[in-house]
């Protein structure tokens, strides 16, 4: 019977981990693909606190060791199922059922593709989900963004504020964002709308060098030349394991307080799983500290 188990080995599951099993709380995290989480496949940042510029693995095996150096199990395996309710907790993997008197929800957010030859290939070498956490990368540099939502609109401006050129690709001819950004983006001189446009090429061996861009109305090709292709069409939060059994909001993101409690007792939420406006490596790691916390304070029949 482990006192937490923590669903998800990213930062917000790692730092959780950290926290409980410092608290010598009995941990185990169970992460299905690759510890680290999105971060482990971030080639740089320059944005996490105490590093001037980290790999995302190389701060991934750190958080590794320091959790398990405190005591925390990991196993690397497939959760399948989720029995939340009750005192105690059953997490299911295909070999085995763990028994747990907490849970924290730590299983992030996948950045929706857009699924064409080249662009898994060069994540990292000009193709990110994250502008906040690469954009600084490509200073006086071509861009472009693709999408036509909040996101996209704000990573327009964002990367509009040092990049030399910024093109906005959006299939429709008017943005799903706010207006008031919807507005910015098309009176910000440096970015350059492209309406009814879709990506149909990423070109690049070793990195990006060009998009071809079809008008889906005219059918007609055009080619940036571009060192960065900003794709943002929307996250998918992973929330297979929690669909129908815990609140989420209408996105599918899990709703939480500000202490990370989910609407069961005992069950917590971490990270890009959970409602939030900003999704970055230094969120995900407070919520798990928080998680935790709370976890801890459950447990102890201290919680507020
Ligand atoms: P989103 O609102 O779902 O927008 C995704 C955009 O990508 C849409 O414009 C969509 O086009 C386009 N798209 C989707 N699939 C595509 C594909 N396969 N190929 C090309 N384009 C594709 O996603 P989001 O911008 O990440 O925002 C998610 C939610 O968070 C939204 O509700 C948003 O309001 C919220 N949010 C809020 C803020 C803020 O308040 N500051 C900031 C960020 C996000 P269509 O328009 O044609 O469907």
Known sequence: MYDVVIVGGGPAGFTAAIYTARAKLKTLIIERAYFGGQMAITDQMENYPGFEAVSGMELANKMYGQA??????VEMAEV????????????ITREKTYEAKSVIL????????LGLPNEEKLVGAGISYCATCDGAFFRDKDVAVVGGGDTAAEDALYLARFCRKVYLIHRRDEMRATKILADLVVNTPKITPLWNSEV???IGENSLEAVKVRNNKTN???KLDISGLFIAIGYIPNNELVKGKIDLNEWGYIK???NMRTNIPGVFAAGDV????????????????IAAHSAEQYLTGREL
Do not use: N
């Not at 398990?68 to 199990?73: L, S």
């Open 68 to 73: 398990t150096k405190f005591g925390a199990e």
């Open 80 to 91: 399948v199922e989720l029995d939340l309710y009750g005192d105690i907790k059953k997490v």
């Open 106 to 113: 730590a299983m992030g957010a996948s950045p929706r593709k």
């Open 200 to 202: 149909e090429e990423i």
């Open 220 to 222: 007609e090709i055009s």
């Open 256 to 258: 939480t307080d500000e």
């Open 274 to 289: 959970r409602e939030k406006t900003l999704r970055q490596v230094v969120t995900a790691a407070s919520d798990g500290a």
